[in-house]
């Protein structure tokens, strides 16, 4: 039998490794051990020092929670909002349209009603105005009586707009967490710690979403307004009831998982299982989550619904459910958002299917640039993330004639090593783009009518490098190996408690094996389905999503061949049965024999 790790390439191409030191525990039962040294381990195999271990194992906003002083403009933003608050200026906040931009929005304009007063939400049009706020938008805003705009998820490059508010004297705070340029947009205070000029100290921070930042600035804001005696006698608000919004914005937007995040996160799942916010409660239930929430419902379940609305229905449904606080309100918001959830995935596939066969007709390229007519925009971010998975190498989605001006509208994915948001804006400065910008992992950008050959030229002479090396150090990496038997509800739980997990942060992947594959078959449209059993005689379900049509998915599904695999994925609890039991998501496979 082949060991695990001697494993050069595997039915999806790589090779397999362990992620820390050896942890193959054959048919042993790990569990049994201690779960506090299995998930010892797995915070060593994440980078923790072993120094560190304590305050990782159960991170907390007192152990990871920086002074928001250190970020440029922080303090400035802080005096200027709390000015607004105790004169009873009219303030607007104005969110991109994706979850992020929504649970920042939110998150404002609770704040702002725990300290007294009230803002108005802005949401922009996807497919009429386009990402970030637009100069006719904030100046409407202002002839409308607001005297603060505070955009958030949005601004760090949006010069034209900002300055057109200016002019017209409307005031902007920007809090966003996308990349800058060097020269910066006209604004009281642009509050980013992935500022150019910004600190070490605070730079380190840069993985953080808006949403998270605008947190930071509500606490900053609160211990200004409390320095200036604001609150009398009683006590500032209780910020930490917020955190449900910082939780689902920052897993929504993929961000890494690590340090604050992960704290963040960590406490925000507990107080949205305490359903103090009437929107999410209700968003909860029509997702038919019947317990309490994980990062997996935030990231598949809440989060795409909220999503939906930005991108084929009304942008401000997402801040609405997440601000209101009638429970029949927010039943049919939540209702609503999951009619368009359902029709989303129907105006993907079409894309997708599109995609598809424009990545066939390209060729090799290190970064695919795929561009077509009739594609709905607001789902060409799903689908880049799509081909980026099939194909390991950062993947641009384009609709083309999105507005009246004949431009394409693009999303963008990225595969990690690879700055895809960086590369956007230096082909924005090389005149390429209309507009553009984003971060490593994620970008947007519009680009004019005969532009296309231009910017597939740039992005592969500019990334064909940082793509090849990625890939080539492209592995399979392991967390531990063991027999059918170990697989058990005990074990999945021991692996949980070193969550959350996520991006830059990732769950324990388990190897199992050798297994023959007793029972395979498809289940929905592209989905494998086996139950595996050891040479220790026991058994256990698992399933491959969207395998099929993959050489993965076929060797599984030709499995009746005799050969033995290991099967690597995530250990999951399956609790639809009358028992809860543990089962295996499947990410690779590879012959054992």
Known sequence: MIPVTAIDRSLSGHAWRWRGGNMDFGNAAPHLTSGDDLVDQLLLSRGVDRSELERHRRPTLREFLPDPSIFRDMDKAAARLADAITTREAIAVYGDY???????????????????????????DRLLEGYGPTGEALVRLGTEGAKLVVTVDCGAMAHDAL???????????????????????????????????????????????????????????????????????????????????????????????????????????????????????????????????TCSDLGFALGPRINAAGRIGDSSLGVRLL???????????????????DERRGIEQVVQEGAEACLAAAGDTCVPVLAGAGW????????????????????????????????????????????????????????????????????????????????RAFLNERLAHDVAH???????????????????????NSLDAAGPFGIGWPGPRVAIGPVRLIKVDMVGTDHVRMVAAGNDGRSFKAIAFRAAPTELGQALLNAHKGRKFWLAGRAKIDDWASRPAAELHVEDAAFAD
Do not use: W
Not at 268 to 292: E, F, P, W
Not at 323 to 331: N, V
């Open 376 to 455: 709905h925009p607001g789902v060409i971010g799903i689908v880049a993330g799509r081909i980026k998975e099939k194909t390991g190498k950062p993947v641009l989605i384009i609709a083309l004639d999105a507005d009246e001006a004949g431009h394409g509208k693009g999303s963008g994915r990225s595969i990690a090593g690879v700055d895809l948001g960086a590369a956007v804006i230096a082909a924005r400065a090389a005149g390429l783009l209309v507009a553009g910008g984003g971060h490593a992992m994620a970008c947007g950008l519009t680009i004019a009518p005969g532009q296309l050959d231009a910017l």
């Open 98 to 124: 994706d979850v992020d931009g929504a649970t920042s929005a939110a998150l404002l304009i609770r704040f702002l009603n725990l300290c007294g007063t009230t803002a108005r939400a802005y949401i922009p």
């Open 323 to 341: 601000t209101t606080d009638d429970p029949d309100e927010a039943a049919t918001i939540a209702a609503r958002l999951s009619t368009l959830n």
């Open 163 to 293: 300055a057109m508010a200016a002019r017209a004297g409307v005031e902007v705070i920007v809090v966003d967490h996308h990349k800058c340029a060097a020269e910066l947009p006209m604004a009281v205070a642009l509050v980013n710690p992935n500022r150019l000029d910004e600190s070490d100290e605070a730079a380190a921070f840069g993985h953080l979403a808006a949403v998270g930042m605008a947190f930071l600035l509500a606490i900053a804001t609160a211990r200004e307004l409390r320095r200036r005696g604001y609150f009398g006698a009683n006590a500032p608000p209780d910020l930490m009831v917020l955190l449900d919004l910082v939780a689902l914005g920052t897993v929504a937007d993929v961000a890494q998982l690590r340090g604050l995040n992960r704290a963040l996160v960590a406490q925000g799942l507990k107080i949205m299982a305490r359903r103090d916010n009437v929107g999410l409660a209700a968003l909860i239930d029509a997702s038919r989550i019947n317990r309490q929430p």
């Open 470 to 492: 990625a890939r080539t150090a492209q592995t399979m990496l392991l967390d531990l190996s063991l027999a059918p038997g170990g697989l058990t509800p005990d074990l999945v």
